[in-house]
């Protein structure tokens, strides 16, 4: 195997493989992706797969609406006829109650909007129609996003991994970068115990694993997993795919949930989760008072699922940032390294327009959009993109 690829890729999780394939899609020649675990095997797996463009930061809506454009047409994004994103276009339906998050939620919309996003504004009977499983009696403001839906992370990470396989990319899985090599203020490849690679750039989609290049960057990157717990509630109705995606900012934990298929309903809340000391995406414990908060909250929203069944619960890890959103670009002060982690539960949202982004970067091509609001040094210099909901993966 070369050892002196063009570029090489830490990581193989759903942004990772995106940005490997659109590497290989600009015309990078030699591209080497390095994994601890495999492909998807991360986080990536753990993820609940929504797709949204509702955000309050306008950048994410952008990648966003870029991105959904991919997981629409996958099969011909990537190039496969065999390629599939699992989409469900079901949409994408948020209420608010009077109170504080009613002006967040009216001001998403607004901008949303503006930036020309289908979109409308239902009525309770409107919504009830479309989500007949819930009441909207307490409902100010309901909006409605008729092209969202949910898809499969799995199923995204492999078909990019597999269509940058066939334009030349090797893969390393099972393999760990013990440290970045360094040229003065160049980063020129990894340490990894298969043995040194060595490469013109680098880039880095190391999830919560980020932490671990502080010591070989020389930079602060501030980023704590934090993990989230999930619920498969069995009803007494069927949630179908043709219902639509529900964000219920009523309830303490800004509850979201989707069909799980027949009666069942994943839920999990969109708030700031169990800070974890060290990098980790073993199941946690999931204790039976986590499981009563949650079938509270879908009981009072969904009337007859009291009674409802918890048929599976498990646990996925955020890298979460100090403001909920990704840091993407340049690492300040280090020529040949590019940084692409934090995502705080939008990785999977957002990664088609994301793995182009870095790739363009790496290639010296102008971004589709620019990287300098995701910038690293924004921590420092204050320009937070922290969203209007406050703490949690709504942003």
Not at 56 to 73: C, G, T
Not at 247 to 255: E, H, S
Request: a negative charge; glycine letters at 12%.
């Amino acid at each position: 195997m070369a050892s002196h690829p063009d570029v090489i890729v830490i990581g193989a999780g759903v942004v990772g493989c995106s940005i490997a394939f659109h590497l290989a899609e600009l015309g990078a020649r030699d591209v080497l992706v390095v994994d601890r675990l495999g492909i998807g095997n991360g986080t990536s797996a753990q993820s609940s797969g929504i797709l949204r463009t509702h955000y309050s930061v306008p950048e994410n809506v952008d990648l966003a609406r870029r991105s959904f454009a991919a997981f629409e047409h996958f099969a011909a994004y990537v190039g496969d006829a065999e390629a599939d994103a699992g989409l469900v276009k079901c949409g994408y339906l948020i209420a608010a109650p009077e109170g504080e998050r009613l002006a967040a939620l009216q001001a998403s919309l607004d901008q949303q909007q503006a930036m020309g996003i289908p979109l409308q504004r239902l009525d309770a009977a409107q919504a009830a129609a479309l989500m007949p499983l819930a009441r909207f009696d307490d409902a100010a403001l309901i909006g409605y996003e008729p092209e969202a839906g949910f898809a499969d992370a799995y199923l995204v990470a492999s078909g990019f991994a597999r269509a940058a396989r066939r334009r030349g990319v090797r893969f390393l899985e099972g393999v760990g970068v013990q440290r970045l090599l360094r040229d003065g203020a160049r980063v020129t490849g990894v340490e990894t115990d298969r043995g040194r690679f060595e490469a013109g750039t680098v880039i880095a989609a190391t999830n919560i694993w980020t932490p671990e290049l502080e010591r070989d960057t020389g930079c602060a990157l501030p980023v704590k997993p934090e993990r989230h717990r999930v619920f498969a509630f069995e009803g007494p109705a069927a949630y179908t795919h043709a219902m639509p995606v529900y964000k219920d900012l009523a309830t303490p934990g800004m509850l979201y949930c989707r069909s799980y298929g027949g009666r069942q309903m994943l839920a999990s809340e969109g708030i700031a989760g169990e800070v974890l000391a060290t990098p980790q995406i073993e199941q946690g414990d999931v204790p039976m008072d986590a499981v009563i908060e949650i079938a509270e909250q879908v009981a009072d929203r969904f009337p007859g699922w009291e009674e409802a069944g918890l048929a599976a619960s498990w646990t996925g890890v955020y890298d979460v940032t100090p403001d909920w959103n990704p840091v993407l670009g340049p690492a300040p002060g280090l020529a040949g390294l590019l940084l692409a982690f934090g995502f705080s539960g939008h990785g999977f949202k957002l990664s088609p327009a994301v793995g182009r982004l870095l790739a363009q970067a790496a290639l010296g091509l102008p971004t589709d959009v620019p990287l300098v609001p995701y910038a690293l040094q924004r921590f420092g210099e204050g320009r937070l993109l922290t969203g209007r909901y406050g703490a949690g993966a709504v942003s």
